[in-house]
């Protein structure tokens, strides 16, 4: 299976949003009175060759995330990110670069609906588009807004297919959707980050790729179980944490965030987070 890191652009956030400091709602305050900002951190989207048919998950930034209005200037959170994004760095252009038309793409699935993996959705009429109901419906109308989302950019055709969930145990996640007819492509709720987030676990022959968008910012925030400064709720939070870590001490994983800046190379070397020995 050929798996391909797109990268649309880059993200600098606070780096209380990062690891977060305080309990309830005093987190997301100490974001944004936060004065120290992190470097420039990739904005990944991810292309998988499967026989069954090319999936993406997440679809990047849109270009038009740098004009003005773009994010609701009502918004206090916003002034706690930027971000860079030229045209030629979305997703649409940089598939064709790799030689698939995103026509072909069978399935997108969203980890969640930040901006950042949702602003090029408009490149996928023909997809079928998975995600949680939860997350869409937490993501959807005016309170959807005002919790961070930007449904008023979704395209008008967007009409995803929305996974409830059914408990279905998968190492140590009990809820979770098996995509392909081979069994090798589940979604996973892992949900703290955003009510509704999911993560995609891939295995082929010789390995396990752990597609985790914003479950940690990087992988060593996983491994030490940090919680992250815009969580909805920190004990779902370190519950989804717990169970990623005792799946990769299981089974060597190699740990995808979307903003890790290690996570090409972790790729391209496919370097498990944690090296499981034989016995
Ligand atoms: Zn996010």
């Known amino acids: 299976m050929r798996i391909h890191a797109i990268q649309t652009g880059t993200v600098a956030i606070k780096s209380k949003q990062v690891s977060g400091q305080g309990s309830g709602p005093l987190r997301l305050i100490n974001v944004m009175l936060d004065r120290t900002w992190t470097e420039r951190l990739p904005i990944y989207a991810w292309v998988i060759e499967h026989p069954e048919g090319v999936i993406v998950v997440d ?14 200037r009502w918004h206090p959170y916003y002034k706690s990110v930027r971000e860079w994004v030229r045209p030629e760095e ?7 670069a790799l ?13 969640h609906l930040h901006t950042d993996h949702a602003g090029g959705l408009h490149h996928f009429p ?10 869409y419906q937490a993501a959807r109308g005016f309170t959807g807004q005002v919790r961070g989302y930007l449904p ?3 395209p008008d055709w967007f009409a995803p297919e929305l996974l409830d969930f059914a408990p279905q145990q998968f190492g140590p996640f009990p809820n979770s959707y098996t995509l392909t007819k081979a069994g090798d492509v589940h979604i996973v709720a892992t949900p703290g980050h955003t009510v509704g987030h999911c993560s ?6 010789m390995h396990t790729f752990f597609f985790a968008g914003d479950t940690s910012y990087n992988e060593r925030l996983m491994l030490e ?25 299981s089974t060597p994983t190699v740990y995808l965030p979307s903003h890790d800046p290690e996570a090409l190379q972790r ?3 496919r370097k498990p987070a944690i090296s499981v020995k034989a016995e």
Not at 128 to 135: C, D, G, H, T
Not at 200 to 205: F, I, L, T
């Open 267 to 269: 790729l391209e070397t």
């Open 59 to 72: 679809t990047g930034e849109t270009a038009h995330a740098v004009e003005a209005g773009y994010f609701p």
């Open 200 to 205: 995609v676990v891939v295995q082929d022959d």
């Open 99 to 111: 030689g698939i038309t995103p026509d072909d793409v069978r399935w997108v699935v969203m980890t």
């Open 152 to 154: 008023q950019h979704w």
């Open 126 to 135: 023909k997809a079928q588009i998975l995600l949680s109901r939860a997350e």
């Open 90 to 96: 979305e997703i649409g252009p940089q598939l064709r």
């Open 225 to 249: 179980q940090v919680v992250d400064g815009v969580t909805t709720n920190s004990t779902v939070y370190q519950e989804t944490a717990r169970q990623i870590l005792t799946y990769v001490q």
